[in-house]
Every structure is written in structure tokens, then in C-alpha cells.
């Protein structure tokens, strides 16, 4: 799923990192790695929070929208800390670059099962993650067809 982002994040964050005179161009790449981290790790503590419906509900990210504003501020405040970019530029590069990754995110969940991949790939490797989403999710209501669990099945209900 990481390099699923990262080819999405070299697609929207390209032209504000690159041609950014506030990034050196030797600080590229690990601009745009930390898009994807920050991304990634936004995506895994919505769903390990069972918010992650709070994100990807409606149409398109909006940027009022709070999940995405923590995302970006995350983002923002490790570009300025470890490249000391201005956050007026990290500002900038966050919102050209993450909410249209969030927004292809959300277009790879609409097609068919593509949520479901997508949710697959953030719980990989992590069962607790997995049964932290189902505990708190049961408890928010989210266990949409009554089995008792909160999977896919749910998940796909929400959207």
C-alpha cells in the first residue's frame, strides 16, 4: 500500500516540491517519502480510531475537512522540522499535494473492491490494528449487518 501512495504522492506533490526553491533538490525525495508516511500513518490511526469513515465520507476531501487537516499538519510539521522548510512552503506543498492523494485514494475505494484493498493493505501485517478498528467499531455502531464483527461487509456499508 506504501508504494501504491508513494506513486500517487509523485504525481501530486511533484511540481510543488520540485520547483519549490524552498526544498533543496537534494531534499526531494525524502519531502515526498514524508508525504507518504504522513499519509499512511494518517490512513492507520483513522482506522485504528474507527474514523475512518470521517474522512472518506461524501464526495471529494474537502480542506476544512478536520482527518485531512491533521494529516496535512503532521506532514507540515516534520517537513519544517527535519528540512527547515518555512511552514508558509510546507503549507503549500501540503495542500497541493495531500489532499489529491487522499481524493485518489477515495477514487480507488469506489471501484469495485477497492476499499476493501485499500483497508486490507492499511491492517497488513498488523492483526492488532485489526482488532482495535473491530472493538471500537462495535462500540460506534458500525457493525452494519449484526454478525457481531466489524469487516469489510461493514466497511463497504459505510461507503
Known amino acids: 500500500m506504501f508504494e501504491q501512495i508513494m506513486q500517487l504522492v509523485q504525481q501530486h506533490a511533484q511540481e510543488a516540491v520540485v520547483n519549490n526553491p ?4 537534494e531534499n526531494n525525495e525524502a ?12 490512513l492507520q490511526n483513522l482506522l485504528s480510531g474507527g474514523e475512518l469513515n470521517a474522512l472518506f465520507q461524501g464526495g471529494s476531501v474537502a480542506s476544512g ?5 491533521n494529516i496535512s499538519g503532521n506532514f507540515i510539521s516534520s517537513i519544517t522540522q527535519k528540512f527547515g522548510i518555512s511552514s508558509e512552503a510546507a503549507s503549500g506543498i501540503a495542500a497541493s499535494a495531500i ?11 469506489n471501484s469495485s473492491g477497492g476499499m476493501q484493498q485499500v483497508l ?3 491492517t497488513s501485517g498488523n492483526a492488532n490494528l485489526g482488532s482495535i478498528a473491530n472493538s471500537i ?7 452494519k449487518d449484526g454478525d457481531g464483527d466489524v469487516d469489510f461487509d461493514d466497511l463497504k456499508k459505510l461507503f
Not at 524552498?22 to 533538490?25: D, G, H, K, L, T
Not at 475537512?65 to 487537516?69: D, E, T
Open 65 to 69: 475537512n478536520p482527518a485531512l487537516q
Open 22 to 25: 524552498e526544498v533543496p533538490n
Open 31 to 42: 519531502v515526498m517519502q514524508e508525504a507518504g508516511s504522513s499519509i499512511t500513518n494518517g
Open 137 to 143: 467499531g462495535s462500540k460506534l455502531g458500525m457493525d
Open 120 to 122: 486490507s493493505n492499511l
Open 99 to 109: 489532499p489529491n492523494v487522499i481524493n485518489s485514494i477515495q477514487n480507488m475505494g
